[in-house]
């Protein structure tokens, strides 16, 4: 029996300097993933947004 597993890895780039406030957002992102598509392995690398040199698409939380 082949078992398969949705994963994700990414880069997020953040404005927050609370360190709480980066936890419940990691824990929302986790959660949205796994609902919405299904994704159950996530890994989410979290940096400040004024000193990320990634190429980036802003997503803006409504």
């Known amino acids: 029996m082949r078992m398969e597993r949705l994963a994700a ?3 997020v ?3 927050l300097a609370n360190l ?5 957002l990691r824990r ?3 959660e949205r993933l796994r609902e ?6 996530t890994e989410l690398e979290f940096e400040s947004a004024a ?3 990634h190429s980036r698409e802003t997503i803006r939380q409504e």
Do not use: L
């Not at 709480?20 to 419940?24: A, G, L, N």
């Not at 919405?36 to 392995?41: A, E, N, P, V």
């Open 20 to 24: 709480e406030e980066v936890d419940i």
């Open 36 to 41: 919405s598509f299904g994704i159950d392995h």
């Open 28 to 30: 929302t992102m986790k």
């Open 13 to 15: 780039a953040v404005r």
């Open 51 to 53: 000193t990320s040199s």
């Open 9 to 11: 890895e990414a880069h």
